[in-house]
């Protein structure tokens, strides 16, 4: 059971949009800022979205995200075949005093 | 860059040393952590230790179990894991964390991770 909660699978067809929420608590995204992460088999895990809503660069901008109070969430326009991957979310616990993921989404591009 | 060895099969009870080398940046400013993800399951943070190696914090999963160290004369980053289980078995990534004057953190980059299978 992860402490931030995802819904386990999303998907859309080539073009089409699609949004991942994650939940939390006080302890996490109630006081600290959200990042995400794409995973795809046999690569590393990379940043796509941190500090909430800020997109590294080199990611496209179809990838955005936001937060509001104990919940964000990462949405993903114009979706390709190559988002086709795991996207997990992140952040501070001040009580646990460690990191916290939520437990993944599988996006699917049908 | 980061890339993490030492993973392969290891006993139940058994122990093993993961290493994470880092090149391309200035390893001793950044803070770095271990994040494992077990077959079919979602992403766990394990342990996170401060530049300077003063700080260290672990997941109630590991503690007592895994050291994490670093030597940052040699930019490599350690995990030290014994009394290792079946559920240990994952592929343990290194990520270096960013950290923001506003305290701000997300990890970036992360290694390709080395998979540890503990199995009899």
């Known amino acids: 059971q992860s402490v931030l909660t995802q819904p386990p699978s999303a998907s859309g067809t080539p073009g089409q949009s699609v949004s991942i929420s994650c939940s939390g608590g006080s302890s996490n995204l109630g006081h600290y800022a959200v990042s995400w992460y794409q995973l795809l088999p046999g690569t590393a895990p990379k940043l796509l979205i941190y500090s909430n809503d800020q997109r590294p660069s080199g990611v496209p901008d179809r990838f955005s995200g936001s937060k509001s109070g104990t919940s964000a969430s990462l949405a993903i326009s114009g979706l390709q075949s190559e988002d086709e991957a795991d996207y997990y979310c992140a952040a501070w616990d001040g009580r646990l005093n460690g990191w916290v993921f939520g437990g993944g989404s599988k996006v699917t591009v049908l | 860059q980061l890339l993490e060895s030492g993973g392969g099969l290891v006993q139940p009870g058994g122990s093993r040393r993961l290493s994470c080398s880092a090149s391309?940046?200035?390893?001793?400013?950044?803070?770095m952590t271990w994040v494992r993800q077990a077959p079919g399951k979602g992403l766990e943070w394990v342990s996170t230790?401060?530049?300077?190696?003063?700080?260290?914090s672990y997941a109630d999963s590991v503690k007592g179990r895994f050291t994490i160290s670093r030597d940052n004369s040699d930019n490599t980053l350690y995990l030290q894991m014994t009394s290792l289980r079946a559920e240990d078995t994952a592929t343990y990534y290194c990520a270096r964390e960013r950290v923001t004057v506003s305290a701000t953190r997300w990890f970036d980059p992360w290694g390709q991770g080395t998979l540890v299978t503990v199995s009899s």
């Open positions: 391309g940046f200035t390893f001793s400013v950044f803070a």
């Open positions: 230790i401060t530049e300077s190696g003063a700080k260290i």
